[in-house]
């Protein structure tokens, strides 16, 4: 939260789980904050849901899981991009994070235009 918090890019407010869904680790939808969410949106009165979660197997899953739920109402789904941090090498980035930078590719006018704002 503090991160997000601190680019004052994020004016809404925000919902916590708890952690991440691990079968592994013995952590299920069941042991988080889950259904305090989807009481949240059966108010009616939110627009959107951000799923900033890890790039990790526990994260994607739990985004998934999430999205599956989330489409039995009308907002918004997003996700925070992935892809190549600004100062990082393209040869020491791993295939999946350079996969996903290639899919979530935006035009490079919009790049520039929207950091010079």
Known sequence: MMAIESTNQFKG????????????????????TINELLLRLKTGT???VILAL??????DTTGFFLFRHLQDFPVKVTTLSK???IGDQLEYADEV??????INRILYQ?????NKK
């Not at 890890?54 to 994260?59: L, Q």
């Not at 919009?110 to 929207?114: H, K």
């Open 13 to 32: 407010l925000f919902h916590v789980l708890g952690g991440l869904i691990s079968p592994l680790d013995g952590i299920g939808p069941d042991k988080l």
């Open 110 to 114: 919009e790049a520039v235009l929207d």
């Open 46 to 48: 939110v627009e959107e």
């Open 83 to 85: 892809g190549i941090a």
């Open 54 to 59: 890890p790039a990790t197997v526990e994260g």
């Open 97 to 102: 994070t350079l996969g996903r930078s290639l």
